[in-house]
């Protein structure tokens, strides 16, 4: 049974950092490229990261770039992302998913988790 864990959300102030983690299980991990999508209140789903599987290719949105970084620890079975320079924009509720491309024509493949909630607010 494919699982993954999504932690580390939370209430930051503008500026400020969080690191969420996602623990996975049930899956050879280290062979399954990676990502991070969003989903902000009364929006779609946007996808902001991905990571390959040996960790040596990443993508990012624009929107995130230059502020965010993803990473990984196969010998954990962990994805990370590193937010830095928190924005209100920022605010949403956060998935892991076992795809580079995890959404499609707003449709979600692959495994995902059930989410971590990160609010940027003052």
């Known amino acids: 049974q494919v699982q993954l864990v999504e932690s580390g959300g939370g209430l930051v102030q503008p500026g400020g950092s969080l690191r969420l983690s996602c623990a996975t299980s049930g899956l050879l991990f280290s062979s399954y490229d990676m990502s991070w999508a969003r989903q902000a209140p009364g929006k779609g789903l946007e996808w902001i990261s991905a990571?390959?599987?040996?960790?040596?290719?990443?993508y990012y949105a624009d929107s995130v770039k230059g502020r965010f970084t993803i990473s990984r620890d196969n010998a954990k079975n962990t994805l990370y992302l590193h937010m830095n320079r928190l924005k209100t924009d920022d605010t949403a509720v956060y998935y892991c998913?076992?795809?580079?491309?995890?959404?499609?024509?707003?449709?979600?493949?692959?495994?995902w988790g059930q989410g971590t909630q990160v609010t940027v607010s003052s």
């Open positions: 990571i390959d599987a040996g960790g040596s290719n990443t």
């Open positions: 998913a076992t795809r580079w491309q995890p959404v499609i024509d707003g449709s979600t493949v692959g495994f």
